[in-house]
């Protein structure tokens, strides 16, 4: 939060928090702000002080402190890897304390969803809102057509325009969500504004360019042995398969697009994953030969899957955003079941929790690892992100349901959320017949093949009726208890095997799904 106190006890402060080994000095500056003062410490601003003149004409002071204007102090949770001109990190601090900044980042519709691992530059992005400053979430819908050749190892198959169309509207879904999400449920405490955002999709620009134009313009900017130099160039030249000139080309459009998006909204900061730094690197050359300002590039760091491979639609291996891909109980499980090793890293990266909050948290979670609580509180966060309060509370509902044992839970289950909870679970729709016992209703719904094993694992203990033990094959199926007011009944064999029963009203048609 960009914090504005009173001058001379904020002046007060900073001098009191001044370490012996370091200097603070000043300078001020006349410019269009009026009279302002920045106060530098080891090369960096800490803060700086605006002159004004209040409606009586005195003068007055706001002191403006570093906060989290500087999004560079992302750095101490983890989520930059790499800062693009090296060692330039002194310029780009100061720019983002002395005006509002742009930043963006790229999504190409390759999915109609975006996965866990995009969360990482997309909390990027929201950290850079939060400090006040603009940002943009890019799709990709021309740049899809052309295919990055960056971490892959073959061409990416060729997308029709409807597929691309389906795809942009995912994914331009799942953003205008998180965003919203972000402002309403993390945001609302906050008394500062946030920076403003935008959703767009370069589409729109390259639908109104001439090749001719392009390549005599921007084309002309940019060396071949450069080009092949690149990474993603070199590691595909290598192989037999080769590159076509299409995907050669990808550097080309992305470094277009930040010029186009630096001219049109003033955007300075490109952010992506690490496998991107040869995209950024273009558009900033780019950039420096045309315009001459400067500009930077910031990576995140990959999120791997426990295998250590990148987690994404190329692995196979997405957790997907769009909640009829990845239902919000599903997102919700991956992080419940992340291992305590990652907890200190991942709740760095996906909460917005504080240093105080996060150590309490870790502090409560290594007193009693068995609990989860760290994984609990992160799995809390991310689903409420991207899924929102409702989203969570399902998420929750459903945990409950299946692994908590709650048959109270289960009986409070939309349609939807069994559909998404039993996707891989036989379902039986079935009438009720007066009497129907629990030996008749695992035998109907293909619990057992043969009547012998049903009576057997009945006998051992081995069958549960919506999470309670089922004592005797012959009791009597009573509705409320074996049969939800939902109109369910779930039965598990042994300890994970489930099957569900859908009761139907008299009148309907009834199918079973295996
Ligand atoms: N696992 C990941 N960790 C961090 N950033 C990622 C990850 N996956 C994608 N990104 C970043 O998200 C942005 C958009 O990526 P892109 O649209 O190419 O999807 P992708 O999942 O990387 O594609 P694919 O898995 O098909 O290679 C890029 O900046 C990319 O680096
Ligand atoms: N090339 C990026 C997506 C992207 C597209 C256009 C851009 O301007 C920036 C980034 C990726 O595939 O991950």
Redesign the pocket.
Known sequence: MLAVTHWGRSLMNIKNSRSPSTVLWGYSRRDLCGVRTFFVKDNFLVSFCQELLDPAGNHRYNHYIAGNRNILKLDDRGIFQTLFPEGRSHELHRALLEGTQCM?????P?ADSLHVGHLLTIMALLHCQRGGHSVIA?I?GA?AKIG?P?GRSTERAAMNEDTILHNVSGIHRTLDDIFMNHEEIFWQQEKTALGNRKILN?ADWYNKINLIDFLSSTGRHFRMGTMLGRQSVTTRLSKPEGMSFTEFC?QI??AY??LH?HNTEGCRI?V??N??TG?IVS?HELISRVQDVPVWGLTVPLITSTTGDKLGKTAGNAVWLNPSKTPPFELYQYFIRMPDSDMKKYLNLFTFFNDKVLSDILTKHNNKPENRYAQKKLAEEVTKLVHGKAGLLSAERCTEALFNGSAEKLAMLSDDELNDLFRNTPVTELYLDPGTTVFDVVMKAKCFSRAVDAERVIKAGGVYINHQRAEEGDYVLIPGQHILPNGITLIRIGKKNYYLVKWLETGTLGNTRR
């Open positions: 963006y980042c790229g999504f190409d390759t890019l990709g740049t990055d960056s370069n990808y459009f992305q697009d930040w998006l490109q992506g994953g496998d991107q995209n558009g």
